[in-house]
Structures are given as structure tokens and as C-alpha cells.
């Protein structure tokens, strides 16, 4: 590295001089960054920040020392950066910069905005920001996970720095680079769409109109939501005065297809179908206990339960329900045994007899 002219030494001794107030800075800034995120809800890849090493400097010095009078002209002393899922989450990040810190906007650069071929990996927006009472600027990266890696991938094969290539591998690099672009895009409109896909299943449950909503992952979710199974476990839990305990109920969705319910209607009819026979066993199987805890998932497997027996499934019938809930296991076939045990006698039964 060349030597350090007089007035590059003078900026060196006070990075020196500054390295604690620097550190400070970083600290205030990852703390405010993190908070801010963690109340807007916001899902990023990572938060970091760091403290311009002295060789670093150094070399920013030997390249573009007569650029600077004093240490508070370098913008990137303290760099922080987040890198997010998706390309929309940027901007919603980059608003959220706007309210913490004061923004130099002459020094910021959006280079999402450049339109350059080979420019994927570093469509970065580049904040130049002030805390308040602080004499020292920072830089702010806002990148998504895709241009994050590209740019490591670029930097670790010599593209875009200063190495040259062979134009065969440029021109593979740049068509990478473009299909890495589409798949940004694509990602973020995909969730856009999928978010107004949830809001018109949620609509369309509460208004009623489930034969119009196919079942599947989310519009079981949302179905569960309106409270649907709610009262049937509600009065099971009222047998024993019992506690109703919560408990992830997505395993029963590939038992209801199998149950041939292809819509939230079909799925809705066939609750209110065997809900009053789910009871009866409920009532059978808790009456005679002192059990006062229960699983929030009880309504649904008694449905399932009275359903399989109901239609002439009997004992392996259940036993295969109790694997699709439970995995497989040696324990399904004694639990399917003592469940068609408890329910043989029960009104539902009659006709399978």
C-alpha cells in the first residue's frame, strides 16, 4: 500500500481518537434498527452494522484522501446494512430509516434506479444518515437476500472488480444476473398475490359463501378462525367443567380431503353433519372422569371419529385416522380398539352394526 500523505496521517489519528464514539454510533444505530423492526413486524434475513477497520480506511485514503478535510466528511465510517425477502420490503424499510435518522439525501443514491445490465448484485439503496447530536454520518444498505448473494458471488469470482474476464463467462454472469432479477420480482408479486388471495378467503367465509372456497391450507385456517369448531368444543369442555387447551390443528386438512371435502362447504357440512354425535361420544369418553383439561383439537377428531365409524370404516378405519394425526405407530391400533369400544352403543353406530 502506497505511504500515507501528511493529511491522510492527520485523518488516521483522528479515526484514532473517534473509535470509541464510531462504536457508540454503530451500537445506537443496530439498537434502533432492531426495535424498529421488531415493532413493525417486519421478516428480514439479517441486521449488521460495523466499524470501518483502519486498513480499510487507510486504503479509502491512498485512493480518495484529497476528497476529505476532516474525518466527518466519510460517509461510511459506521455502515450498517439489511438484507430482506423480498424487493417491496426495501422501500417499507427505507421509509422506516426516514423516521429514525436524519437522511443526507445529496450523498444517498438509490442504485435500483441505474437500469445497468450487469447491476443486479448491487441494486442496493445506499442511505446516508445522521444521528441526532453526532458529528459523524453513517451509511445505510437496504438490499434483498438474492442481490446480497449475487454481489458476494461476483466479489469471490472477480466480476465487476477490476479483474477482467473473458467476455463468455460475462455474458453467462449477466444472464444469470437477469433471471436472478425476474425471480426478485417474481417473489414479491407472488406474496402480493397470495396476500389478496387470503383477503378474499376471508371475505368470502364470512359472508358464507364457503362452496365458493376450494380447501386447502389457508382457507382452513381462515375457516377455523370464524370460530367454526369453537362451540362444539365448548360444550365437550363444559362435560367436566374443563380447560380448553390450544393445539395446532393443520394435521386434520389432509384428513378432511380424505373425507372427500373439497370445499370449506363440504367441510362445513359435514361438521354440522356429526356434530351433535361427536358430542355424545365426547360425553361418553369424559363423563366418567375427572379430567379437566382438553385439547382444543378434541371436536375435530370425535367429527373425524363418528364420520369414519358412521359410514362403515370401523376399526381400521380409525386406526388409519390415528396415524394420519398421530404418525404411524405400534399405539394406533390398541387407540382405535378402545375408541370403537367407547362408541359402539352410542345411536350413531346402530346401522353399522
Known sequence: METLDFHCRLIMDEYRE????LEDMKNTV????NDALGRSGLSVTAVEARVKTEESLAGKLVRKGNKYATLSDITDLVGARIITFYTDDVDRIASMAEKLFEIDWVNSVDKRRLHQLDSFGYNSLHYICRL?????????????????AWAAINHDTGYKSGIEIPQEYM?????LAGMLEMADDEFSRIRTELTDYRRRVQTLV????????????DTFRSYLQVGS????????????QAEIQDTPLSRFLKVFKALKCNTLGDLDRLIKQYGDDAYLLARHQLGNTDLDIISSAIGLQNICIVCILSTGGGKIGLERLFDALNGHNTQNGALAELTYEQAKNLPFMQNNK
Do not use: K, W, Y
Open 206 to 217: 364470512q359472508s358464507g359463501r364457503l362452496d365458493d372456497v376450494m380447501l386447502d391450507g
Open 171 to 175: 455474458r453467462r454472469m449477466n444472464r
Open 132 to 148: 441526532p447530536d453526532c458529528d459523524f454520518r453513517f451509511e445505510l444498505q437496504l438490499r434483498t437476500t438474492l442481490q446480497h
Open 30 to 33: 443496530l439498537a434502533r434498527l
Open 229 to 240: 369448531i369453537d362451540a362444539l368444543n365448548r360444550r365437550i369442555a363444559a362435560i367436566n
Open 18 to 21: 473517534a473509535l470509541p464514539v
